[in-house]
């Protein structure tokens, strides 16, 4: 239930669910030493299944579940050049956990997720985040089923959101698109593997793609990447540690990196397109 994203040649987890309860702890991997540094604490409350992104040089934070709360809808802004939060203007609509997030451009997008306490409890609703005035808009809603933690990541100039559950249909694995210049969404070929909720994605290029995830019987290790020219599946190389879910995925330059995760772990590993393999950097 951690959340994270990517500055230039550097990756971030922060915040989640741990064996002593929730933390707002930051921590910053950079890929060319393969080594982790501890940041700035979390500018928020504790919290678990936030989403995180990231516009230019600047990372965000936002929306979670406290047990003091319990659906937050606060935003902060984190500058690694003064290693420093900011809270921002609080994302629209009602709090919410297990939200979806992505950036296009100079723009950040949150939608998604789920608040038992405001119907409609599986949400579907989508916002869009203008850091040059900070502030939030309404845009189309997300084209499928309201639901709760789907995965999403971005390729060029579109969004991508995937999978995901809601109590009426259970795991899903339909699979949108996102286009901001049109406000739009469109449906694309359902996810090859099986429906299911709390997977990891990202992007690296022009592919984009996730795996591990709960199916509702067993948490899950494989790993897919989908092609936009084709609009299609491809299986990959498992993920390469344990079967798991809830994990945190971000890409930096031509790899990607998976890691945390249920059972508590602080396992991470990068994978390389082409190579079919993972390789595991450092804990």
């Known amino acids: ?54 516009i230019g040089n600047k990372g965000y934070i936002g929306t979670g579940y406290s047990f003091a709360g319990p659906y937050l809808k606060d935003f902060w802004e984190y500058d690694p050049a003064t290693n420093s939060w900011t809270q921002k203007a609080s994302v629209g609509g009602s709090g919410r956990f297990l939200a979806v997030g992505f950036s296009i451009g100079s723009k950040g997008y949150i939608g998604t997720g789920a608040n038992f306490f405001v119907s409609p409890y599986y949400k579907y609703d989508f916002w869009e985040y ?3 005035t900070d502030t939030w808009t309404q845009k189309a809603n997300f084209g ?11 390729i060029g100039n579109k969004g991508y959101v995937g999978t995901g559950y809601n109590a009426t249909d259970g795991n899903k694995k339909d699979f949108w698109e996102y286009d901001p210049a049109s406000d739009s969404w469109t449906q694309k070929a359902d996810f090859s593997g099986t429906a299911r909720r709390s997977a990891a994605g990202f992007s690296i290029g022009s592919a984009g793609y ?16 989908y092609n936009t020219a084709t609009d299609s599946w491809m299986q990959q190389a498992n993920y390469g540690g344990s079967a798991t879910w ?33 390789t595991i950097p450092a804990n």
């Open 144 to 154: 499928g089923a309201g639901r709760y933690a789907a995965t999403a990541f971005t």
């Open 130 to 132: 203008d850091p040059a």
């Open 210 to 225: 996730i795996g591990t995830g709960y199916d509702g019987i067993n948490f899950t290790n494989d790993f897919w990447a």
């Open 246 to 278: 809830t994990a945190v995925g971000f890409s930096i330059g031509d790899q990607g990196y998976i890691g945390t995760g249920e059972s508590y772990t602080k396992s991470f590993w990068a994978y390389t397109p082409g190579t079919s393999s993972c």
């Open 1 to 54: 239930g951690a959340a994270g994203f990517s500055i230039g040649n550097k990756g971030y987890i922060e915040t989640g669910n741990t064996l002593g309860g929730l933390v707002n702890d930051f921590w910053e991997y950079d890929a060319m030493t393969n080594a982790w540094a501890q940041k700035a604490d979390f500018g928020g409350k504790v919290r678990r299944n936030a989403v995180g992104f990231s």
